[in-house]
């Protein structure tokens, strides 16, 4: 690859304080002597594979993972290109450092570990200038991708203040070659009700209870109407929102900016794509499922949806029919008509169950059906937990449903991994090695009961959204379609090893995430094509190439000082 050259405006100290343009030692002489920075330096050059040893040595210094990761996270305010290549050297063990699970005790620290800001912080009490905060850090800007949260359900730990959407970007970037300067990390900082955090001196955020209703909808609209305003053509990506927002945000925006709810959506394509796989090793069709959830939160409404279409657009089954193949629980056991609007919110409908299937059922004192009486009756072969109740999926649910299925397939997917309903080698034990697993963050293999291991696959969205959201961006998608992202699914799907060996994973392994989601792009952005959304003029054909040409690198190239060039 020849090396791209950058007309540079920033100079001297500034030139090394910005992680964009910063080299470090990798500065040439000729660098140093234009941006007046020889004698910050000192002489070595160092090539981009020595910094990374370097870092690399730095970084096995630190023993916990939460050090790695306060580690990795000042490399990255200082070089990004350091950052990202590193990071794309080890990707398999330095994934779990920065994102799932590590990064979950990084946000819950966050006030503790805080050192620089990142990204844009839009608070309440602020609201009145936030069209000038917005534009003060994104003026003369191009950004293709804005990832906003608001904190309120981050993973599987609650309400954070503030938190996540920078670790969401640099996954895009890492996994899809989204370009980090054309990213935006927003924080909409809308108070926060967790009293741990109320209770610190130290925390950064706004000490207020989180504001709700008209006043939220006001802000949060406020927000969405400026990116619509000055970035018309980027993917706003909602992150992490509560459960009573998640899914009306998206309802709400979807037909006037290209937005994405990953939670909703990228968890609802991740796990369709693992089932595709699962029904190809049991040699059956997604249709022909009995599907258990546990858990009817964004995750657990964005999958019953997503599998739900996919047995109607894959299988031809009619959607009242395919309806009728889920099974979803909540804190209140089953949901069934009996709950009553109170416990069962608008958006779950489709999916509530008549209480006269029910009726001789035990109940608890309360009424309600748990997980086991519902596997006894259901005999799901499939077992989804989206719950954030860590060990719900007991020996004893595990081994019921194992009674009346061949290969239960058996998905934890609570994040991060000390929430997973079931840790999947007691699932592999409970099972005599027959269940097909998938969890929502990294896990060993497990040992079959024939001494061999099976892999256990990673559920995660981050296997399909960097994907998603890089297809219907260089597509210049004036938005991201169910078809766009069935498409995307189907793709990823075709790329797991257990089509190949049904001893195999259920989806291809993290180590090859950034191969995966190039595919995914491509099979996005050739759907945008087709159906007339994208916003370029590519035929079908060329779009692999296109997709290709727009990834970013984290290489350095060649600088050249101009005081017109690049900031
Ligand atoms: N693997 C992935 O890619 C992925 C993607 C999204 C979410 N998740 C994980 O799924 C979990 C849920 O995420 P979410 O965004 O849907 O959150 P959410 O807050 O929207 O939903 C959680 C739901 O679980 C219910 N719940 C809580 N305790 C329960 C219990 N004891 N029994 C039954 N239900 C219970 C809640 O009432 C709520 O409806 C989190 O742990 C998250 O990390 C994983
Ligand atoms: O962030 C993740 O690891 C996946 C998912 O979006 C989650 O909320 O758990
Ligand atoms: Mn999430």
Request: aromatic residues 8%.
């Amino acid at each position: 690859m020849s090396e791209p050259t950058f007309r540079v405006a920033v100079r001297g100290e500034a030139i090394l304080t910005s992680p964009r343009w910063n080299k470090g030692t990798a500065f040439t002489a000729e660098e140093r002597k234009a941006f007046g920075v020889t004698g910050r330096l000192p002489f070595r050059v160092n090539t981009l594979d020595e910094q990374c040893d370097r870092a690399y040595d730095q970084l096995e210094m630190h023993e916990s993972p939460l050090r790695k990761n306060t580690f990795l996270q000042s490399m990255k305010d200082q070089n990004w290109v350091l950052y990202y290549s590193l990071i794309g050297r080890h990707l398999k063990e330095l994934i779990p450092i920065i994102y799932t699970p590590t990064e979950a005790e990084a946000i819950s620290n966050y006030s503790h570990l805080f050192r620089r800001s990142e990204g844009l912080y839009l608070t309440l009490p602020h609201k009145d200038s936030m069209e000038d905060d917005f534009l003060e850090q994104t003026k003369n800007r191009e950004i293709d991708l804005i990832v906003v949260s608001d904190a309120e359900a981050i993973l599987g730990i609650g309400d954070q203040g503030v938190g996540i959407s920078t670790a969401k970007s640099a996954i895009y970037t890492l996994l899809a070659g989204m370009n980090p300067s054309k990213t935006l990390s927003v924080t909409l900082d809308v108070g926060t009700d967790n009293e741990d955090l109320l209770g610190d001196h130290l925390y950064v955020g706004w000490p207020h209870g989180r504001v709700r209703g008209e006043e939220y909808d006001q802000f949060v609209d406020k927000f969405v109407q400026l990116v619509r305003k000055h970035h018309p053509n980027s993917l706003l990506h909602f992150e992490d929102f509560g459960v009573n927002n998640a899914e009306r945000l998206l309802d709400l925006y979807r037909d006037k900016h290209s937005v994405f709810n990953d939670d909703v959506q990228g968890t609802g394509a991740v796990t369709l794509a693992c089932i595709m796989s699962a029904v190809g090793v049991t040699k059956s069709r997604i249709a022909d499922q009995r599907i258990v959830i546990y858990g009817a939160g964004s995750a657990g409404l964005g999958i019953a949806r997503q599998l739900r279409d996919g047995m109607a657009t894959i299988d031809g089954l009619a959607p009242h029919d395919a309806n009728a193949r889920f099974w979803l629980l909540d804190r209140f056991g089953l949901i069934k008509e009996s709950l009553g609007p109170d416990k069962i919110r608008p958006d779950l409908r489709e999916f509530v169950r008549s209480d006269s299937e029910w009726e001789d059922i035990p109940t608890n004192e309360r009424g309600e059906v748990g997980l086991l009486e519902v596997v006894k009756k259901v005999k799901p072969t499939v077992l989804i937990g989206c719950s954030t109740h860590a060990g719900a999926f007991t020996e004893e649910v595990i081994r019921e449903m194992a009674k009346h299925t061949e290969r239960p397939i058996i998905l934890p997917l609570s994040n991060p991994s000390k929430l997973h309903e079931v840790k999947p080698q007691d699932a592999n034990d409970w099972t005599d090695g027959k269940a097909l697993l998938a969890t929502g963050s990294p896990f060993p293999p497990c040992k079959q009961p024939n001494g061999k291991e099976y892999i256990v696959a990673e559920c995660n969205n981050a296997l399909i959204y960097p994907g998603l959201g890089f297809g219907a961006m260089t597509a210049k998608s004036r938005c991201l379609t169910d078809t766009m992202i069935i498409a995307g699914t189907r793709r990823l799907a075709s790329l797991a090893p257990a089509l190949k060996d049904p001893d195999e994973a259920l989806l291809p392994d993290f180590g090859d995430a950034p191969a995966v989601n190039f595919e995914v792009a491509v099979a996005v952005a050739e759907q945008a094509v087709e159906e007339g959304n994208a916003g370029v003029n590519w035929k079908k054909e060329e779009v692999r190439q296109r997709v290709a040409e727009r990834q970013w690198k984290p290489v350095y190239g060649r600088y050249e000082y101009d005081p017109n060039g690049e900031t």
